[in-house]
């Protein structure tokens, strides 16, 4: 072995000690444990997909999960035809009204987005709920369809242990002060920009 290669292997070594010396010092300072606010927000594509990743990861551990989408088009989405009919362990709603753009019907928006946050209010407030997806939500509350502080006073008074996820573009100061943690997905490109179509199982 030459000295030049054998000063790499130090130098590399040395760079590793430090990084999990800072590594094992974050883990050792992160003590409290709870449930976790997640808001997913952004232009760009994955806020969604992000969101049915930890619901992957929750039910993986046996853990019951609650699903809640307050806006959705004229397709089923692939995640609605496999969590209804695959799964024992997650309770999946969906507002089912399509997009809002479609219906045009502000009266009618607003009766359906009341009973969906209806469902989402029970699972805020049912600890047997480990993780619940609010998908869209942002939403609802930009266009006006539900109370800011009547969503915020619920996501707040949830079960300790409950990690909620909330998604959708926007989403205002409040909700990201709710959050604990908070991504904003930022379009580089879209495929759908440069005229490709929406594919299944990968846009719905
Ligand atoms: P996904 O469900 O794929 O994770 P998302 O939740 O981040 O997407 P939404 O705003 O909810 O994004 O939009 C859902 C649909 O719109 C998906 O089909 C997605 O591919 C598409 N989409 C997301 N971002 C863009 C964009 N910047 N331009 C065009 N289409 C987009
Ligand atoms: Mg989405």
């Given at each position: 072995m030459d000295k030049k290669s054998d000063s790499k292997k130090n130098n590399h070594k040395q760079k590793m000690q430090k990084l999990k010396e800072s590594v094992d010092a974050s883990i050792a300072a992160a003590t409290t444990e709870k449930g976790i606010g997640i808001l997913l927000t952004g232009d760009g594509k994955g806020k969604t997909?992000?969101?049915?990743?930890?619901v992957l990861r929750s039910l993986g551990y046996g853990f019951k999960v609650g699903v809640v989408q307050f806006i959705k088009g004229a397709h089923p989405s692939g995640e609605a035809k496999f969590f209804l009919h695959n799964h024992p362990d997650i309770t999946f709603h969906q507002m089912g009204t399509g997009f809002t753009w479609e219906t045009q019907d502000r009266d009618g928006d607003i009766k359906a987005a009341l009973e969906t946050w209806a469902i989402a209010e029970n699972m805020l407030k049912d600890e047997s709920y480990y993780l619940v997806v609010l998908d869209e939500l942002t939403y609802m509350l930009s266009f006006k369809y539900l109370d800011e502080e009547r969503v915020l006073k619920t996501l707040n008074s949830r079960p300790k242990n409950q990690t909620?996820?909330?998604?959708g573009r926007g989403g205002g100061k409040a909700l990201r002060d709710w959050a604990d943690t908070v991504s904003e997905v930022k379009e580089?490109?879209?495929?759908?920009?440069?005229?490709?179509m929406a594919r299944e199982g990968v846009d719905y």
């Open positions: 997909s992000s969101a049915l990743g930890m909620v996820v909330v998604t580089v490109k879209h495929a759908f920009n440069s005229g490709i």
